[in-house]
């Protein structure tokens, strides 16, 4: 199974663009990026997600380099709502089942 | 329409008793995610079910653990004799199809145990 590895603190200004890395270096072919948040005492909330090609949605973008062995998460303009622990995770297929095995997170400080 | 919910959302009970946490999914959703967070960690793959069937129960922690599915719909974790060790914050996830790339998991509020 792909592990990820992020860096475990983060701050970023508010309006600033928060760029969130991710180490997937095992991360096999048809294995997925998938990153969430977890915002105090809430379950984790989905982002986006990728398996090769960059993707961009209404919360954030995510940046896949050419060979997969890492991510980046971009929120464009942060906001102090963003102040979570966001999760690198890759969807591991082992005999047509899936399980979700997060990383340790990261966890963002948008500053005001 | 409703989201996942979770219950008892707090549950204290002392060590060597056991435990029943229930999570209903989103209605129609076929795949449910049982995990553990434990105080300041990242969350932890407990079992996965597809229907009623649990193809992957590889994150279960010992024996004292297990969980079943009954109508494609609501989930029970069952932890027996329950240790200090096994206080934390029980999570629920379900999606709708686990076979499809978005997958999206919606999770619940979660139980916070804690064992005396």
């Known amino acids: 199974d792909a592990k990820t590895t992020q860096p475990p603190s983060m701050d970023c200004a508010e309006g600033r663009a928060a760029n969130l890395p991710c180490n997937h270096s095992?991360?096999?072919?048809?294995?997925?990026v998938y990153w969430y948040r977890q915002i105090h005492s809430q379950g984790p909330q989905y982002i986006i997600h990728g398996l090769k090609n960059n993707e961009t949605n209404e919360m954030a973008s995510l940046i896949i380099t050419e060979d997969r062995k890492s991510s980046t998460l971009i929120l464009p303009h942060a906001t102090l709502r963003d102040t979570a622990v966001y999760y690198c995770?890759?969807?591991?297929?082992?005999?047509?089942?899936?399980?979700?095995?997060f990383g340790t997170g990261t966890r963002l400080k948008v500053l005001a | 329409g409703a989201g996942v919910s979770q219950s008892p959302s707090n549950k204290v009970t002392e060590k060597g008793k056991d435990v029943e946490l229930r999570c209903d999914p989103i209605s129609g959703h076929t795949a449910l995610y049982w995990y553990r967070q434990s105080l300041g960690q990242g969350l932890e793959f407990l079992i996965y079910?597809?229907?009623?069937?649990?193809?992957?129960k590889s994150g279960l922690p010992s024996d004292r653990f297990s969980a079943e599915r009954t109508g494609g719909s609501v989930s029970t974790l069952t932890i027996q004799r329950t240790q200090q060790e096994d206080s934390a914050v029980y999570l629920c996830?379900?999606?709708?199809?686990?076979?499809?790339?978005?997958?999206?998991?919606?999770f619940g509020p979660g139980t916070r145990l804690t064992v005396l």
């Open positions: 996830a379900s999606s709708s199809h686990s076979g499809r790339a978005r997958d999206e998991q919606f």
């Open positions: 995770i890759v969807r591991a297929t082992t005999s047509g089942t899936y399980k979700y095995i």
């Open positions: 095992t991360i096999s072919g048809n294995e997925y």
């Open positions: 079910f597809q229907g009623n069937s649990a193809p992957d």
